[in-house]
């Protein structure tokens, strides 16, 4: 491991990619559910807790329970789990919850504030909507079944 040049992976291979700097650029299946989807590693990076700092992300944004009045509302995931709006976070460091927060969740807050002619005038929301939509999907999905 160890080239900075991104390189076909086989999904099937359950390969990681690792970059020259450490940084996992490819998780393979097996150390994606590990460390992502049963564990508490960062799930954009794969940071792990106490490396790096975290402040873990709300799977719904903020501004969207502030202006729905959803803090104290609860929530009935896919995986059976139920719990408040406001404590449905998944593991994430700090680094990336802002990377997330500039490129996907603050244009989009934008557009959707700004009504329909935001929208209408808004040349890059297909790119942006697609990927909050797809954020959005995983971390619904990410979260392991209950051990109950
Ligand atoms: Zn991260």
New binding site residues.
Partial sequence: MGSGEPRHVDPRSNATVIDQNGKVIYFGLERFVRDICLGDC?F??G?RPGNVPFNDEHVIPRWILRRYNLFDRMINLPNGTSLRYDRYTVP??E??NTLIGRMIEEPIRQIVEGGFDSVRHTRTLDRRAAGWTCWFMYSWHALPAPSS
């Fill in positions: 960062c954009v990076c940071a994430c460091c680094a990336c």
